[in-house]
């Protein structure tokens, strides 16, 4: 992939292009299943593609997906929203959609405590140390946004994306810089660091946040540039990074 950005600075922030439409989904009251466990266990069970999602908030609990009609055993009714009326329910839409399409790449979702974010890594792909004694795994940390935009008077759906990495042993252990420290030393680290590229010959690597973005972020957004929210809906994401434009003192705009 090539790759050319004007010089300047960036965020990792694409935007994700829908059509403002109404859309199926089914639809009950949050009080009915105060507790999501069990419901997504019995969906899990019965190997459903459906999600389950209650804003914060919201007196409603809302599910979606392939499958989404079997919730109708269970008490829910379906119903049609608007998306860019329900955001927060369409920034978990959009999430778990580019889940999907991440899965059929061969990643795998490892969520968050906090709401609306995951992880994503492909454990089959990985670099090693010399000493083959740690694997490193390079993963992306995703989440949706909604924001004005101040400048065209819009709601704007949008994706976080930045770099992230998973350390293991050869048993599959997960390590962190400590127990590599103490079980392998200092010198197993720092090669860690210069796979990672935090490290280069020359000590720090002050241009890590641009190369990451150019050879990792920018080329996984272009596999993953469309993703099927619905059957009838499509969302596009701009594999444009935003560019971060500076005004006078310290006015800055997006």
Known sequence: ???????????????????????????????????????????????????????????????????????????????????????????????????????????????????????LFNFNEFKATTDKKVKIFLGYDIRVIFLKDQVENRLVFALILDITYSLKDLDDNPLNFHDITKKFGSSTLKEIRQIQRDLIPTGINKEISRQRLIEDILPFIEKISEIELSHDLKAQIIPNPARIVLGEEDESVW
């Open 1 to 119: 992939m090539n790759v050319n950005l004007d010089p300047g600075f960036y965020a990792n922030l694409f935007e994700i292009c829908i059509n403002a439409i109404d859309i199926p989904i089914m639809i009950i009251e949050r009080s009915k299943y105060p507790d999501l466990r069990g419901l997504r266990s019995e969906i899990e069970i019965a190997g459903k593609k459906v999600f389950v999602y209650a804003p914060e908030g919201s007196d409603n609990l809302y599910g979606f997906g392939n499958d989404m009609q079997w919730l109708s055993s269970r008490g829910f009714k379906q119903s049609n929203v608007n998306i860019y009326k329900e955001t927060r329910l369409t920034s978990n839409i959009i999430l778990e959609a580019f889940i999907k399409k991440a899965q059929e790449l061969g990643f795998r979702p490892i969520f968050s405590k906090d709401k609306g974010r995951c992880r």
